[in-house]
């Protein structure tokens, strides 16, 4: 009792407050972050030359005299990113259960309830605990490999480099945390609520379904053109695209000044490069 009176004239503090805005902060730049990158990644759908203009731009190449670029800017960005990742993941673990048990009476109440807002919170904790992991390998691997952005170097990582079933992993739980977060960032602090709020609640979830299913798709076909492209170039793992380009247009200038003599030799070499390319 003495303790409970204690508790209770203790004055308020705001730091769990705090800390939730915090946490809501850093959830709404990673989820939007995620979605421009699901853009920037997604390039590749296009082509490889998408992509390598996607990387390079990334690497402020329009600003170097030789076009290769600064991965220096990445290096930056993906710390930047990386710091928000691991302060969001810390504010977040303070509402995991902690315990069997505790894990056990959050289950049970999830079955008593139905409440599908409740269910969506169960998801974003299961979720935000893999990515912890998968999350952070992928970006320690970029943090340390800034200027390895390429169609064939990315493509290779994938495939050769057996990153594939992560990044799978990775993308089926950041399209369904990133999602539910947004979703529950507009139903905590009231944003886009009209005057009927049960239909706002509903409209919003309905977006939120949308966004999942687009951004999902949009990452299982970039996936999918990485592995083709990564397989294909499992012969030549290591080679950089603007290798490869460079070494393209080195042939075709080379072509004219052979040409004369070994049009023979030419016409073999044109279609080649282009069924490599
Ligand atoms: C600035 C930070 C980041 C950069 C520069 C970056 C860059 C990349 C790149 C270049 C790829 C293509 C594959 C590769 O080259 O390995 C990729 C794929 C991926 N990234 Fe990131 N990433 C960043 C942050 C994140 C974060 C925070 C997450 C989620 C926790 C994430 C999740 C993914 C997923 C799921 C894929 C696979 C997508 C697919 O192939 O469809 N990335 N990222």
């Given at each position: 009792m003495d303790s409970y009176i204690i508790e209770s004239n203790k004055k308020k503090s705001r730091i769990p407050a705090r800390l939730?805005?915090?946490q809501s902060g850093t959830g709404l730049?990673?989820?939007?972050?995620?979605?421009?990158?699901?853009?920037?990644?997604?390039?590749?759908?296009l082509g490889k030359g998408s992509f390598?203009?996607?990387?390079?731009?990334?690497e402020l190449?329009?600003?170097?005299?030789?076009?290769?670029?600064?991965?220096?800017?990445?290096?930056?960005a993906v710390l930047t990113i990386f710091t928000l990742f691991i302060i969001h993941a810390l504010l977040g673990v303070r509402k995991f259960p902690i315990s069997w048990k505790q894990h056990q009476i959050?289950?049970?109440?999830?079955?008593?309830?139905?409440?599908?807002?409740?269910?969506?919170?169960?998801?974003?904790?299961?979720?935000?605990?893999?990515?912890?992991?998968?999350?952070?390998?992928?970006?320690?691997?970029?943090?340390?490999?800034?200027?390895?952005?390429?169609?064939?170097?990315?493509?290779?990582?994938?495939?050769?480099?057996?990153?594939?079933?992560?990044?799978?992993?990775?993308?089926i739980c950041v399209e369904l945390h990133g999602t539910?977060?947004?979703?529950?960032?507009?139903?905590?602090?009231?944003?886009?609520s009209g005057k009927d709020a049960k239909k706002s609640r509903q409209t919003l979830k309905k977006m939120k379904n949308k966004a999942t299913i687009f951004f999902l798709t949009i990452g299982i076909l970039a996936l999918f053109v990485f592995i083709v492209i990564g397989i294909k170039h499992r012969d030549r793992v290591g080679e950089k695209y603007s290798n490869h380009i460079a070494a393209v247009?080195?042939?075709?200038?080379?072509?004219?000044?052979?040409?004369?003599?070994?049009?023979?030799?030419?016409?073999?070499?044109?279609?080649?490069?282009?069924?490599?390319?």
């Amino acid at each position: 009792m003495d303790s409970y009176i204690i508790e209770s004239n203790k004055k308020k503090s705001r730091i769990p407050a705090r800390l939730d805005f915090a946490q809501s902060g850093t959830g709404l730049i990673l989820g939007l972050f995620m979605w421009v990158h699901m853009f920037l990644v997604g390039s590749i759908i296009l082509g490889k030359g998408s992509f390598n203009f996607v990387a390079k731009t990334m690497e402020l190449a329009f600003l170097s005299d030789t076009g290769h670029g600064f991965p220096i800017a990445v290096f930056f960005a993906v710390l930047t990113i990386f710091t928000l990742f691991i302060i969001h993941a810390l504010l977040g673990v303070r509402k995991f259960p902690i315990s069997w048990k505790q894990h056990q009476i959050i289950r049970d109440q999830m079955k008593m309830m139905k409440h599908t807002d409740t269910n969506l919170w169960y998801i974003q904790v299961v979720t935000g605990f893999i990515m912890f992991f998968a999350g952070s390998v992928h970006l320690y691997i970029m943090l340390t490999h800034p200027g390895s952005i390429d169609p064939y170097m990315s493509a290779d990582r994938i495939v050769s480099g057996h990153m594939w079933p992560l990044y799978l992993i990775l993308l089926i739980c950041v399209e369904l945390h990133g999602t539910i977060g947004l979703y529950r960032l507009c139903m905590k602090w009231g944003w886009f609520s009209g005057k009927d709020a049960k239909k706002s609640r509903q409209t919003l979830k309905k977006m939120k379904n949308k966004a999942t299913i687009f951004f999902l798709t949009i990452g299982i076909l970039a996936l999918f053109v990485f592995i083709v492209i990564g397989i294909k170039h499992r012969d030549r793992v290591g080679e950089k695209y603007s290798n490869h380009i460079a070494a393209v247009e080195q042939v075709q200038d080379d072509q004219p000044i052979q040409g004369k003599d070994q049009d023979q030799e030419i016409k073999i070499l044109q279609p080649a490069e282009a069924k490599h390319e």
